[in-house]
């Protein structure tokens, strides 16, 4: 007989392969992302994400309470307003779509957390993510935007805040933001590596927040750079963020892996809208096995490093873990 490693020896029976398996996938690493919109009598179906759905804000405490029975910890809250503007007024608005829902969840359920994505793009008329000068979307001007936006979230009570904008400096500014207005304990989580993706496409459906011109290259992350993805998640580190991010998930696992390399913080990672489309559509089709496809997928975020997943399947992925 050669010499050989009897590798087999830790997986031959299911009691074996769970006393060794490495990764724990659980609700509690879920946090499940939440359109809100006003004037809607039900939940209004967004049709390039089967099975997601738009809320209005009414039907937040009874979300809540669905999200708390599965055992997941957070939402990720976006907001559809009424009213687009060059300006982006209505993201500050005390009584705006996502301040209010905010408040309906934490007067309801308080155990969940509320995270709330802090970018513009859904309140600008031409849906960039941040201010115009000219036809460039200027860096500095959105800073004070996104800072007054998080304030507003954070005094309504939300109790993660999340700028998505790409904006350098985003998670320096929030952080300085919420300190001045007597919010120090509210974490920052930075969409740190948020890459440039073809994969966002469906949620620009649903939030209705497709740029009306150009693209969102000059601001978010190119997916041919891993080392420039390092600096991101560096410098997000440095600016003070409580949480790192890197979004997309499936094609960014390298990322992933080496932001869990480069820092001792909490890692979150977005697994995002087309992945989700992609995997229901495979499913309905008859070509994959739905359930054991998007654990596999899920488990495949913590391995990789990521201590949260945000994900669309947060629901169903956890109803499908405890009724194991
Ligand atoms: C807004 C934002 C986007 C996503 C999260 N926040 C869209 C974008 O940047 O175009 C994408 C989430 C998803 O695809 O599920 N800046
Ligand atoms: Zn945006």
């Not at 957390?113 to 460039?136: E, I, K, P, S």
């Not at 007597?182 to 966002?200: C, D, I, Q, R, T």
């Amino acid at each position: 007989m050669p010499e050989f490693e009897r590798l087999r020896r830790l997986r031959g029976n299911k009691s074996l392969r769970d006393l060794f398996a490495e990764t724990v996938l659980m609700p509690r690493h879920f946090v499940y992302p939440v359109f809100v919109k006003d004037g809607l009598s039900k939940p209004e179906p967004i049709s390039a994400m089967p099975g997601q759905h738009r809320y209005s804000p009414d039907m937040m405490p009874e979300l809540a309470g669905e999200v708390a029975g599965h055992g997941v910890g957070a939402v990720l809250l976006f907001g559809l307003p009424d009213k687009k503007s060059p300006g982006a007024e209505s993201c500050y608005d005390p009584d705006g779509v996502v301040q209010r829902s905010i408040r309906l969840i934490k007067e309801s359920v308080p155990e969940v957390l509320v995270m709330t994505d802090v970018c513009v793009c859904a309140y600008t008329d031409h849906g960039h993510c941040g201010l115009l000068a000219g036809t460039r979307v200027d860096n500095d001007t959105t800073l004070e935007v996104l800072a007054e936006m998080a304030v507003s979230h954070a005094q309504a009570g939300a109790d993660v805040v999340a700028p998505s904008s790409m904006m350098d400096g985003q998670v320096a500014a929030l952080r300085e933001a919420l300190d001045a207005n007597n919010l120090s304990e509210v974490p920052v989580m930075g969409y740190s590596a948020k890459f440039a993706s073809a994969y966002y496409g469906p949620f620009r459906e649903a939030a209705d927040s497709a740029p009306s011109f150009g693209d969102r290259a000059s601001y978010q992350h190119d997916a041919r750079n891993a080392r420039h993805s390092e600096r991101e998640i560096l410098s997000d580190d440095a600016e003070g963020a409580d949480i790192l991010m890197v979004k997309p998930g499936l094609a960014y696992l390298d990322v992933l892996c080496r932001a869990r390399q480069l820092t001792r913080k909490p890692l979150a990672v977005y697994n995002v809208s087309g992945e989700y489309s992609m995997l229901k559509a495979a499913s309905q089709a008859g070509l994959l096995d739905e359930r054991k496809v998007i654990l596999e997928t899920l488990t495949a975020f913590r391995r990789a490093g990521a201590d949260l997943i945000i994900t669309y399947h947060a629901l169903e992925a956890s109803a499908w873990l405890t009724s194991n």
